[in-house]
């Protein structure tokens, strides 16, 4: 998979001493892909030296088939902070390509204080960014009211595939060969392989909520596919809050590790676990 991302639109506020006449071209070396794998799945890294550090990052969970997006992390210089990021464009020979979002946030020390800018790249059904067939000499662009502040050259990023693809087999099968109780015999519904007290705790409060009295029990179904991963969360009995209903998903559904269903062979085949999570307002 090649890489190349051109014309990065930010709402940048940049300090007067640094508004360019003209962009200034950045230019460095690329270093070799990194791969690093997690509990489920696998992340490349790679960075480009230069004036202006760039990571470039891209990860994919076991039951993706395609990179779940592209993220460039890139160490800004202070004086030039861009504060706020909003729409991201790739675009090829001035062709809009894909659309994402971005955001910022801080990062350096007090030697060397930097902005960190993040963007996120979101790469799913964007058959060109998966092809590898982009072009080499392609750049994104910082840009403020319309003037072209810094090009960032990104080119040449090609993205190998195989050890990212032998990465994800290593995931796939730690988590296929996780075994349930030993005493819960097949056919087995899915089980919680952590404790549940650590889906949801009190430090999930949020201060308004608690301000404002919200509490109540939000119960839920999880689909769990045949690996172990909560692919969807429903509520089927509200709180009466749809905010608390809405937290209680995405935190079960990011912190809940689970073995899977079992069928009567003893094979790992998806299934469905209902539990409940009561917010109480904390004493």
């Not at 003209?22 to 460095?28: I, L, W």
């Not at 790739?90 to 960190?116: M, N």
């Not at 769990?224 to 709180?239: D, F, P, W």
Request: aromatic share 8%.
């Amino acid at each position: 998979m090649k890489l190349a991302l051109s014309s990065l639109f930010v709402a940048a506020v940049a300090p007067t001493p640094f508004a360019y006449a003209q962009a200034q071209e950045t230019d460095g070396d690329i270093e070799a892909w990194s791969v690093t794998e997690g509990d489920l799945g696998c992340k490349a890294t790679r960075t480009i030296t230069s004036a202006v550090p760039i990571e470039v990052q891209t990860s994919r969970s076991y039951h993706d088939d395609v990179v779940g997006g592209i993220w460039l992390r890139i160490d800004w210089p202070v004086a030039e902070k861009v504060e706020y990021s909003n729409n991201v464009a790739i675009r090829f020979a001035g062709e809009t390509a894909a659309i994402g979002t971005g955001f910022v946030f801080p990062s350096g020390d007090d030697s060397t204080p930097k902005a960190g800018i993040t963007i996120l790249m979101n790469a799913l059904g964007e058959e060109r960014l998966s092809s590898g067939s982009l072009p080499d000499d392609a750049a994104f662009t910082i840009l403020r009211d319309g003037q072209e502040l810094r090009i960032l050259p990104v080119g040449g990023l090609t993205y190998e595939t195989a050890e990212l693809d032998e990465c994800i087999a290593r995931v796939g099968k730690r988590l296929l060969d996780a075994r349930p109780d030993p005493y819960a015999g097949p056919p087995s519904d899915p089980s919680p392989r952590n404790y549940r007290g650590m889906w949801v705790t009190n430090d999930d409060y949020r201060v308004r909520w608690i301000n404002e009295g919200m509490q109540g029990t939000v119960s839920f179904m999880l689909s769990i596919n045949r690996y172990g991963l909560a692919e969807k969360c429903e509520v089927t009995s509200s709180s009466g809050y749809q905010e608390i209903d809405r937290k209680t998903c995405q935190l079960v559904r990011r912190r809940a590790r689970m073995y899977p269903a079992r069928d009567e062979e003893g094979n790992a085949v998806a299934g469905l676990y209902s539990s409940t999570v009561r917010w109480q307002i904390p004493e």
